[in-house]
């Protein structure tokens, strides 16, 4: 099983979950020393093995390299979890010239999970997992400034991020269809973790820290990503949004096959752009 972003939050709490499964894990991580820690924990309780990769979500071409490197030790894959997320306050700009949080919350797994296909195709019942959030119902995507040059809100790069992963499971389960893998997405409630600390703080890092007491552990904010990736319960389901382990009606714009098309098509150029 492949997760992003396990070195903390519901990431590591999933990847403990499923290591008590009996899974091996490949933790893709942009600190090593701290993917390393998880790695030793992982195993202590209970996966068979555990490796690390390093990857900038920030750079497309560190996607790319850490999924050749994934494929090429693991050829068969049975579960990815896309966990990886961030939310910025204020724009930034990656190396390869994209808005951060458009970048690293959808290109950077967008691209991931294209490379891991032919693995996962190999897996037994295999499964896309992708970490959304109901944020997504207050985000919309603005095809014609996509990278918010014109006008940047942190709040509103984030909700259109999370859009961006419901659509794209939703177009990547219609293109999936007759393979055998299936594609869901959730949102996993609104989490006491470190999410949102790691920025340029503002407001949104004090929600954080303030209302924290009030919010979900990690342990129960990674319920239904557990769910998704290893309940018989949901075997064969894909293409459908969760929350509290239940199948969820998204937002309209969600719902679009025109706009999620029209994104998976704008994402395949604004990754070759960045291959180049």
């Not at 490949?26 to 090593?32: A, E, N, P, S």
């Not at 195993?43 to 093995?49: I, K, T």
């Not at 390093?54 to 579960?79: N, T, W």
């Amino acid at each position: 099983m492949v997760i992003t972003g396990a070195t903390r939050g519901i990431g590591r709490e999933t990847a403990l979950a499923l290591a008590r499964m009996g899974a091996s894990i490949t933790l893709v991580v942009r600190d090593g020393a701290r993917g390393e820690e998880v790695a030793k924990e992982v195993v202590a309780e209970g996966a068979p093995s555990a490796d690390v990769e390093v990857a900038d979500f920030s750079s497309l071409r560190a996607v790319k390299d850490a999924g050749e490197r994934i494929l090429a030790a693991h050829p068969k894959i049975d579960v990815l979890v896309n966990n990886a997320g961030a939310i910025n306050t204020g724009r930034h700009v990656t190396k390869d010239g994209y808005e951060t949080t458009f970048a690293a919350n959808h290109l950077a797994p967008f691209l991931l999970t294209k490379l891991l296909l032919p693995a996962l195709e190999k897996g037994e019942r295999p499964r896309i997992v992708n970490v959304a959030s109901d944020a997504h119902r207050r985000g919309t995507l603005r095809f014609e400034d996509l990278m918010g040059e014109r006008r940047f809100d942190g709040w509103a790069a984030y909700c259109a991020s999370k859009l961006a992963n419901v659509l794209f499971t939703a177009e990547l389960a219609k293109r999936l269809e007759g393979t055998g893998i299936t594609a869901n997405s959730l949102h996993p409630g609104v989490v006491a973790s470190g999410f949102a600390q790691n920025n340029d703080g503002g407001v949104i890092a004090l929600f954080f820290k303030v209302a924290s007491p009030f919010l979900l552990t990690e342990a129960k904010g990674a319920r239904t990503s557990i769910y998704l990736a290893a309940d018989g319960e949901v075997e064969g389901v894909t293409g459908k949004y969760f929350a509290k382990c239940k199948a969820r009606t998204p937002s309209r714009e969600a719902r679009d096959p025109r706009v999620a098309k029209r994104l998976w098509d704008v994402s395949e150029e604004l990754v070759a752009k960045a291959l180049a």
